[in-house]
Protein backbone atom coordinates (compact mmCIF):
# COMPACT_ATOMS: atom_id res chain seq x y z
CA UNK A 1 0.00 0.00 0.00
CA UNK A 2 1.71 3.32 -0.89
CA UNK A 3 2.55 6.16 1.70
CA UNK A 4 1.96 9.66 1.61
CA UNK A 5 4.28 11.39 3.02
CA UNK A 6 3.46 15.28 5.06
CA UNK A 7 5.33 17.54 7.15
CA UNK A 8 3.20 15.02 10.26
CA UNK A 9 4.50 11.98 8.77
CA UNK A 10 3.67 9.01 6.59
CA UNK A 11 -0.24 8.16 5.96
CA UNK A 12 -1.16 4.64 4.37
CA UNK A 13 -3.80 5.23 1.65
CA UNK A 14 -6.49 2.77 1.41
CA UNK A 15 -7.46 1.48 -1.87
CA UNK A 16 -11.29 1.05 -2.90
CA UNK A 17 -12.35 -2.56 -3.73
CA UNK A 18 -13.47 -3.29 -7.42
CA UNK A 19 -17.46 -4.15 -6.04
CA UNK A 20 -17.17 -1.33 -4.01
CA UNK A 21 -16.77 1.23 -7.04
CA UNK A 22 -19.00 -0.97 -9.08
CA UNK A 23 -21.83 -0.44 -6.30
CA UNK A 24 -21.24 3.44 -6.35
CA UNK A 25 -21.57 3.59 -10.39
CA UNK A 26 -24.59 1.42 -10.50
CA UNK A 27 -25.90 3.92 -7.49
CA UNK A 28 -25.13 6.90 -9.94
CA UNK A 29 -26.41 5.09 -12.73
CA UNK A 30 -29.73 3.97 -11.24
CA UNK A 31 -30.05 7.60 -9.78
CA UNK A 32 -29.32 9.10 -13.04
CA UNK A 33 -32.36 7.35 -14.98
CA UNK A 34 -34.77 7.62 -11.82
CA UNK A 35 -34.48 11.52 -12.41
CA UNK A 36 -34.46 10.92 -16.09
CA UNK A 37 -37.57 8.48 -15.68
CA UNK A 38 -38.81 11.12 -13.15
CA UNK A 39 -38.42 13.98 -15.57
CA UNK A 40 -40.15 11.86 -18.59
CA UNK A 41 -43.20 11.11 -16.16
CA UNK A 42 -43.45 14.70 -15.10
CA UNK A 43 -43.50 15.90 -18.47
CA UNK A 44 -45.89 13.57 -19.58
CA UNK A 45 -47.89 14.76 -16.40
CA UNK A 46 -47.53 18.60 -16.63
CA UNK A 47 -46.82 19.56 -20.34
CA UNK A 48 -49.45 20.84 -22.37
CA UNK A 49 -51.30 18.56 -24.80
CA UNK A 50 -54.16 20.23 -25.31
CA UNK A 51 -54.45 22.29 -28.26
CA UNK A 52 -57.31 24.11 -29.27
CA UNK A 53 -58.12 26.33 -32.55
CA UNK A 54 -56.80 30.14 -32.33
CA UNK A 55 -56.80 29.41 -28.40
CA UNK A 56 -59.94 29.38 -27.80
CA UNK A 57 -62.09 27.73 -25.58
CA UNK A 58 -63.68 24.35 -27.09
CA UNK A 59 -66.78 22.71 -25.42
CA UNK A 60 -67.45 18.90 -25.99
CA UNK A 61 -69.57 16.68 -25.25
CA UNK A 62 -69.59 13.17 -23.85
CA UNK A 63 -72.79 11.21 -23.91
CA UNK A 64 -74.16 9.06 -21.19
CA UNK A 65 -72.76 5.38 -21.82
CA UNK A 66 -70.03 6.96 -22.98
CA UNK A 67 -66.78 4.46 -22.73
CA UNK A 68 -62.95 5.37 -22.70
CA UNK A 69 -62.73 4.17 -26.43
CA UNK A 70 -65.59 6.77 -27.22
CA UNK A 71 -64.23 9.11 -25.04
CA UNK A 72 -60.97 8.95 -27.16
CA UNK A 73 -62.38 9.19 -30.32
CA UNK A 74 -64.22 12.30 -29.23
CA UNK A 75 -61.38 14.40 -28.59
CA UNK A 76 -59.20 12.90 -31.24
CA UNK A 77 -62.10 13.87 -33.96
CA UNK A 78 -61.83 17.35 -32.62
CA UNK A 79 -58.40 17.25 -32.86
CA UNK A 80 -57.59 18.83 -29.08
CA UNK A 81 -54.88 16.14 -28.56
CA UNK A 82 -50.91 16.97 -29.25
CA UNK A 83 -49.70 13.36 -27.95
CA UNK A 84 -52.02 10.54 -28.07
CA UNK A 85 -50.42 7.69 -26.29
CA UNK A 86 -49.04 10.49 -23.16
CA UNK A 87 -52.85 11.08 -22.55
CA UNK A 88 -53.81 7.20 -22.71
CA UNK A 89 -50.96 6.14 -20.41
CA UNK A 90 -51.74 8.59 -17.63
CA UNK A 91 -55.79 8.08 -18.01
CA UNK A 92 -54.89 4.57 -17.16
CA UNK A 93 -52.90 5.26 -14.66
CA UNK A 94 -55.15 7.88 -13.54
CA UNK A 95 -57.71 4.53 -13.25
CA UNK A 96 -59.90 7.00 -15.91
CA UNK A 97 -61.27 4.08 -17.59
CA UNK A 98 -63.26 2.98 -14.78
CA UNK A 99 -64.52 6.95 -13.97
CA UNK A 100 -65.86 8.18 -17.61
CA UNK A 101 -68.03 10.81 -16.61
CA UNK A 102 -70.79 12.16 -19.02
CA UNK A 103 -71.17 15.87 -19.80
CA UNK A 104 -70.18 19.14 -21.79
CA UNK A 105 -66.50 20.04 -20.72
CA UNK A 106 -65.02 23.02 -21.67
CA UNK A 107 -61.11 22.54 -22.61
CA UNK A 108 -58.64 25.40 -22.76
CA UNK A 109 -55.74 25.74 -25.07
CA UNK A 110 -52.15 24.61 -23.31
CA UNK A 111 -54.02 21.87 -20.78
CA UNK A 112 -51.81 19.47 -19.83
CA UNK A 113 -52.87 15.87 -19.45
CA UNK A 114 -53.06 15.35 -15.70
CA UNK A 115 -55.56 18.67 -15.63
CA UNK A 116 -57.50 17.27 -18.37
CA UNK A 117 -57.82 13.89 -16.97
CA UNK A 118 -58.51 15.18 -13.40
CA UNK A 119 -61.69 17.15 -15.15
CA UNK A 120 -63.30 14.72 -17.26
CA UNK A 121 -63.00 12.40 -13.92
CA UNK A 122 -64.73 15.28 -11.81
CA UNK A 123 -67.97 15.40 -13.80
CA UNK A 124 -67.77 19.17 -13.29
CA UNK A 125 -69.62 19.48 -16.31
CA UNK A 126 -70.52 23.54 -17.26
CA UNK A 127 -73.68 24.49 -17.77
CA UNK A 128 -75.60 25.16 -20.66
CA UNK A 129 -78.30 28.00 -21.21
CA UNK A 130 -81.61 26.97 -22.91
CA UNK A 131 -83.30 29.25 -24.88
CA UNK A 132 -86.88 28.71 -26.24
CA UNK A 133 -89.29 31.56 -27.58
CA UNK A 134 -91.53 31.83 -30.94
CA UNK A 135 -92.75 28.21 -30.90
CA UNK A 136 -95.59 26.81 -31.93
CA UNK A 137 -96.18 23.21 -30.31
CA UNK A 138 -94.55 20.83 -28.45
CA UNK A 139 -93.20 18.85 -31.93
CA UNK A 140 -91.25 22.54 -33.06
CA UNK A 141 -90.26 23.00 -29.44
CA UNK A 142 -88.88 19.38 -28.43
CA UNK A 143 -86.76 19.72 -31.74
CA UNK A 144 -85.39 23.09 -30.13
CA UNK A 145 -84.70 21.74 -26.93
CA UNK A 146 -82.79 18.88 -28.30
CA UNK A 147 -80.56 21.01 -30.14
CA UNK A 148 -79.66 22.13 -26.86
CA UNK A 149 -79.30 19.21 -24.23
CA UNK A 150 -78.90 15.74 -24.65
CA UNK A 151 -82.14 14.77 -24.33
CA UNK A 152 -83.78 13.98 -27.54
CA UNK A 153 -87.07 15.12 -29.51
CA UNK A 154 -88.78 12.11 -29.69
CA UNK A 155 -88.40 11.25 -25.93
CA UNK A 156 -90.16 15.00 -25.22
CA UNK A 157 -92.89 14.40 -27.40
CA UNK A 158 -93.61 10.99 -25.36
CA UNK A 159 -93.92 12.69 -22.13
CA UNK A 160 -95.75 15.85 -23.49
CA UNK A 161 -98.23 13.59 -25.19
CA UNK A 162 -99.01 11.02 -22.58
CA UNK A 163 -102.12 11.67 -20.59
CA UNK A 164 -101.42 9.99 -17.62
CA UNK A 165 -98.14 12.01 -17.48
CA UNK A 166 -99.48 15.40 -18.31
CA UNK A 167 -102.75 14.60 -16.38
CA UNK A 168 -100.71 14.48 -13.00
CA UNK A 169 -99.59 17.98 -13.81
CA UNK A 170 -103.18 19.32 -14.27
CA UNK A 171 -102.61 19.26 -18.19
CA UNK A 172 -104.21 17.55 -21.27
CA UNK A 173 -102.87 17.11 -24.30
CA UNK A 174 -104.69 20.95 -25.32
CA UNK A 175 -103.12 22.53 -22.39
CA UNK A 176 -99.63 20.57 -22.75
CA UNK A 177 -97.82 23.59 -23.45
CA UNK A 178 -98.84 26.56 -20.64
CA UNK A 179 -96.25 24.98 -18.66
CA UNK A 180 -93.69 26.31 -20.79
CA UNK A 181 -92.56 30.14 -20.33
CA UNK A 182 -90.46 31.19 -23.20
CA UNK A 183 -87.22 32.53 -21.32
CA UNK A 184 -83.14 31.35 -21.26
CA UNK A 185 -82.51 29.33 -18.34
CA UNK A 186 -79.58 26.95 -17.24
CA UNK A 187 -79.51 23.11 -17.67
CA UNK A 188 -76.73 20.54 -17.52
CA UNK A 189 -76.22 19.19 -21.02
CA UNK A 190 -77.29 15.36 -19.52
CA UNK A 191 -80.96 17.04 -19.07
CA UNK A 192 -83.26 13.99 -19.46
CA UNK A 193 -86.58 15.03 -21.08
CA UNK A 194 -88.30 14.19 -18.03
CA UNK A 195 -85.74 16.01 -16.02
CA UNK A 196 -86.47 19.28 -18.43
CA UNK A 197 -89.90 18.79 -18.30
CA UNK A 198 -90.38 19.18 -15.00
CA UNK A 199 -88.18 22.12 -14.02
CA UNK A 200 -90.42 23.43 -16.99
CA UNK A 201 -93.28 22.60 -14.57
CA UNK A 202 -91.43 24.11 -11.27
CA UNK A 203 -90.46 27.58 -13.25
CA UNK A 204 -94.00 27.66 -14.70
CA UNK A 205 -95.24 27.32 -10.63
CA UNK A 206 -92.85 29.67 -9.87
CA UNK A 207 -93.96 32.58 -12.25
CA UNK A 208 -97.67 32.01 -11.13
CA UNK A 209 -97.06 31.59 -7.99
CA UNK A 210 -97.59 35.56 -6.85
CA UNK A 211 -99.79 38.62 -8.25
CA UNK A 212 -100.14 37.03 -12.08
CA UNK A 213 -102.45 33.93 -10.11
CA UNK A 214 -104.50 36.83 -8.33
CA UNK A 215 -104.82 38.95 -11.40
CA UNK A 216 -106.38 35.53 -13.17
CA UNK A 217 -108.53 35.12 -10.43
CA UNK A 218 -110.04 38.44 -10.58
CA UNK A 219 -110.51 37.91 -14.66
CA UNK A 220 -112.24 34.73 -13.76
CA UNK A 221 -109.76 33.24 -15.83
CA UNK A 222 -108.01 29.85 -15.35
CA UNK A 223 -104.46 30.14 -15.91
CA UNK A 224 -104.68 28.20 -19.23
CA UNK A 225 -107.07 30.72 -20.39
CA UNK A 226 -104.64 33.61 -19.51
CA UNK A 227 -101.94 31.34 -21.77
CA UNK A 228 -104.34 30.69 -24.54
CA UNK A 229 -105.81 34.34 -24.61
CA UNK A 230 -101.96 35.08 -24.67
CA UNK A 231 -101.05 32.85 -27.70
CA UNK A 232 -104.00 34.41 -29.54
CA UNK A 233 -102.53 37.61 -28.51
CA UNK A 234 -99.23 36.68 -29.60
CA UNK A 235 -100.20 36.23 -32.82
CA UNK A 236 -102.18 38.84 -33.82
CA UNK A 237 -99.52 41.54 -33.42
CA UNK A 238 -95.85 41.43 -32.80
CA UNK A 239 -95.67 44.90 -31.32
CA UNK A 240 -95.71 44.76 -27.56
CA UNK A 241 -96.45 48.33 -27.09
CA UNK A 242 -100.56 47.43 -28.63
CA UNK A 243 -100.49 43.61 -27.00
CA UNK A 244 -102.79 45.30 -24.12
CA UNK A 245 -105.06 47.08 -26.34
CA UNK A 246 -105.68 43.76 -28.37
CA UNK A 247 -106.43 42.06 -25.23
CA UNK A 248 -108.87 44.40 -24.10
CA UNK A 249 -110.81 43.71 -27.14
CA UNK A 250 -110.89 40.29 -26.38
CA UNK A 251 -111.04 40.21 -23.22
CA UNK A 252 -114.34 42.36 -24.01
CA UNK A 253 -115.56 40.18 -26.06
CA UNK A 254 -115.43 37.42 -23.79
CA UNK A 255 -117.25 39.28 -21.00
CA UNK A 256 -120.09 40.11 -23.58
CA UNK A 257 -120.08 36.58 -24.38
CA UNK A 258 -119.45 37.34 -28.65
CA UNK A 259 -117.26 35.16 -30.68
CA UNK A 260 -113.36 36.23 -30.43
CA UNK A 261 -113.39 35.81 -34.10
CA UNK A 262 -109.75 35.64 -34.43
CA UNK A 263 -108.26 35.19 -37.51
CA UNK A 264 -104.88 33.06 -35.94
CA UNK A 265 -107.15 30.86 -34.43
CA UNK A 266 -108.41 29.90 -38.01
CA UNK A 267 -104.60 29.60 -39.34
CA UNK A 268 -103.65 27.41 -36.45
CA UNK A 269 -107.01 24.73 -37.29
CA UNK A 270 -105.88 24.77 -40.96
CA UNK A 271 -102.41 23.50 -39.84
CA UNK A 272 -101.04 26.26 -42.69
CA UNK A 273 -98.91 28.81 -41.19
CA UNK A 274 -97.98 30.45 -44.61
CA UNK A 275 -101.65 31.61 -44.73
CA UNK A 276 -101.49 35.77 -44.84
CA UNK A 277 -105.05 36.82 -45.73
CA UNK A 278 -107.97 34.59 -44.07
CA UNK A 279 -110.72 34.05 -46.15
CA UNK A 280 -114.47 33.44 -45.70
CA UNK A 281 -113.55 29.85 -46.69
CA UNK A 282 -111.33 29.40 -43.79
CA UNK A 283 -114.03 30.70 -41.40
CA UNK A 284 -116.24 26.92 -42.39
CA UNK A 285 -113.66 24.84 -40.83
CA UNK A 286 -115.19 22.15 -38.81
CA UNK A 287 -112.59 22.45 -35.21
CA UNK A 288 -112.79 22.66 -32.19
CA UNK A 289 -110.37 26.22 -32.49
CA UNK A 290 -112.60 28.44 -35.15
CA UNK A 291 -113.35 31.22 -33.07
CA UNK A 292 -115.48 32.01 -35.73
CA UNK A 293 -118.17 29.20 -35.13
CA UNK A 294 -117.89 28.85 -31.95
CA UNK A 295 -117.87 30.67 -28.17
CA UNK A 296 -115.40 31.84 -25.87
CA UNK A 297 -111.83 30.44 -26.09
CA UNK A 298 -110.23 27.14 -27.87
CA UNK A 299 -109.28 24.24 -26.04
CA UNK A 300 -105.98 25.42 -25.60
CA UNK A 301 -102.60 27.50 -26.68
CA UNK A 302 -102.33 28.11 -30.60
CA UNK A 303 -98.78 28.53 -29.66
CA UNK A 304 -96.36 28.80 -26.75
CA UNK A 305 -96.90 33.11 -25.73
CA UNK A 306 -93.88 35.42 -24.96
CA UNK A 307 -94.31 36.64 -21.05
CA UNK A 308 -94.85 40.04 -22.65
CA UNK A 309 -97.93 38.51 -24.13
CA UNK A 310 -99.34 36.95 -21.28
CA UNK A 311 -98.48 40.05 -19.18
CA UNK A 312 -100.60 41.94 -21.88
CA UNK A 313 -103.60 39.84 -21.00
CA UNK A 314 -103.19 40.23 -17.26
CA UNK A 315 -102.87 44.03 -17.67
CA UNK A 316 -104.95 44.46 -20.63
CA UNK A 317 -106.33 47.82 -21.28
CA UNK A 318 -109.54 49.16 -20.35
CA UNK A 319 -111.69 50.36 -23.17
CA UNK A 320 -114.66 50.62 -25.15
CA UNK A 321 -113.23 48.85 -28.21
CA UNK A 322 -114.95 45.84 -29.57
CA UNK A 323 -112.99 45.45 -32.84
CA UNK A 324 -109.47 45.95 -34.18
CA UNK A 325 -108.20 45.53 -37.34
CA UNK A 326 -104.95 45.86 -39.28
CA UNK A 327 -103.81 49.54 -40.59
CA UNK A 328 -103.55 49.46 -43.92
CA UNK A 329 -100.10 51.44 -43.73
CA UNK A 330 -98.63 47.34 -43.40
CA UNK A 331 -97.07 49.28 -40.14
CA UNK A 332 -98.15 45.90 -38.43
CA UNK A 333 -100.44 47.87 -36.02
CA UNK A 334 -103.89 48.05 -35.36
CA UNK A 335 -106.62 50.24 -35.62
CA UNK A 336 -109.29 50.04 -32.97
CA UNK A 337 -112.99 50.78 -33.20
CA UNK A 338 -116.56 50.59 -30.57
CA UNK A 339 -119.03 49.82 -33.51
CA UNK A 340 -119.06 47.33 -36.41
CA UNK A 341 -119.88 50.31 -38.88
CA UNK A 342 -116.33 51.68 -37.81
CA UNK A 343 -114.69 48.43 -38.20
CA UNK A 344 -116.17 47.51 -41.60
CA UNK A 345 -114.66 50.86 -42.72
CA UNK A 346 -111.34 49.96 -41.07
CA UNK A 347 -111.39 46.59 -42.60
CA UNK A 348 -112.25 47.89 -46.29
CA UNK A 349 -109.25 49.95 -46.17
CA UNK A 350 -107.03 46.97 -45.17
CA UNK A 351 -108.70 44.22 -47.76
CA UNK A 352 -107.91 47.45 -50.45
CA UNK A 353 -104.50 47.97 -49.36
CA UNK A 354 -104.08 44.12 -49.95
CA UNK A 355 -105.70 44.44 -53.24
CA UNK A 356 -103.00 46.42 -54.01
CA UNK A 357 -100.27 44.53 -52.92
CA UNK A 358 -101.43 41.43 -54.99
CA UNK A 359 -101.90 39.24 -51.68
CA UNK A 360 -104.71 37.23 -52.21
CA UNK A 361 -104.40 34.38 -49.65
Given amino acids: MPLYHSKYGSTRIKKQSPVRKLFIWLVVFLLIVGAGTGYYLYKIAFDPNVWTPKGEVVSVTIPTGSNFEDVKQILYQNGLIIHRKNFEWLAQKKNYPNMVKPGLYQFQNG ?24 IRDIYQLSGVIARQIEAD ?52 QKFWSGSRSNTAGKMDLRIDEVVTLASIVEKETNKNDERAAIAGVYYNRLESEWRLQADPTLVYAFGDFNITRVLNEHKKIDSPYNTYAHLGLPPGPICIPSISSIDAVLNYQKSDYMFFCAKDDMSGYHVFAKSNRGHSQNAKKYREALNRMKIYK
Fill in 111 to 134: MNNNELIDLLRSGEQVPVNVTFNN
Fill in 153 to 204: SISIINLLTDSVYIGAMGLNHATATVIFIPNTYEFYWTTSAKGFIERMHEEF
